[in-house]
């Protein structure tokens, strides 16, 4: 079946700091991958998303590259800000686009 | 774009009582999506809808739970009675259900059942 596996949180770093949360998952065929945020009291949020293998997402400075030979879909971040302190959630979407899978999310404190 | 409207932000009840969620979700969006949050995970799926029919009810706990989409645009996702256990976030989604579309969430109702 589709899983998203992300590494456990908290992560914790210091304003422009480098910025790097695993994703890795498992499905069948190429699904699309995405990655959300979600900040205190709110909904989810798209950041950036990948629908084939070697895309490159990116947004906010932010960059995650479906890589299909390690099933993998990390986020990295050159330089982090305070302003990016909130939870991460890698997920993937089966290949109608209608179920979601989503990881267990990983919290990201940056401090100044 | 007017995005996913949730109401309302909170709600506090006490356990056994009834308890509905409403969500609208973005226009042109047939497929909508009802999910529950619980602290420090990811959202899990309860409904999926397509346009006014449920296609996806098998995660709906369905002694308690119920929910509707009339006309195939806003919904109401109902629970009756509550337990502690319900205690958690419920968001609401919208898509247009293509491939590779993405989600939209709303910003969720807080649930506290004492």
């Known amino acids: 079946g589709n899983s998203v596996t992300q590494m456990e949180g908290p992560v914790t770093l210091s304003e422009e700091a480098f910025l790097t949360i695993n994703c890795t998952y498992t499905?069948?065929?190429?699904?699309?991958l995405f990655w959300y945020v979600q900040y205190p009291g709110e909904g989810l949020q798209l950041l950036l998303k990948a629908t084939k293998a070697d895309d490159k997402g990116s947004n906010k400075g932010f960059e995650a590259t479906y890589r299909k030979e390690t099933t993998s879909f990390h986020l990295e971040k050159g330089s982090v800000q305070v302003s990016d302190s909130a939870v991460y959630f890698c997920?993937?979407?089966?290949?109608?686009?209608?179920?979601?899978?989503f990881g267990t999310g990983t919290s990201l404190t940056v401090i100044p | 774009e007017a995005g996913v409207v949730q109401s309302p932000r909170y709600k506090i009840i006490e356990k056994k009582q009834p308890v509905a969620f409403w969500c609208n979700p973005i226009?042109?969006?047939?497929?909508l999506y009802w999910y529950r949050q619980n602290l420090g995970q990811g959202p899990e799926l309860l409904i999926r809808?397509?346009?006014?029919?449920?296609?996806?009810d098998s995660q709906l706990p369905k002694d308690r739970f119920s929910a509707e989409r009339l006309k195939g645009v806003d919904s109401t996702l109902k629970i009756q009675p509550a337990e502690l256990g319900d205690s958690a976030v419920y968001l609401c989604?919208?898509?247009?259900?293509?491939?590779?579309?993405?989600?939209?969430f709303g910003n969720g109702t807080r649930l506290t059942v004492t």
């Open positions: 809808y397509e346009n006014e029919e449920a296609v996806d």
């Open positions: 997920a993937l979407s089966d290949l109608d686009g209608n179920q979601f899978y």
């Open positions: 499905a069948t065929g190429y699904p699309s």
């Open positions: 989604a919208s898509s247009l259900g293509l491939e590779d579309s993405p989600l939209h």
């Open positions: 226009s042109g969006h047939n497929t």
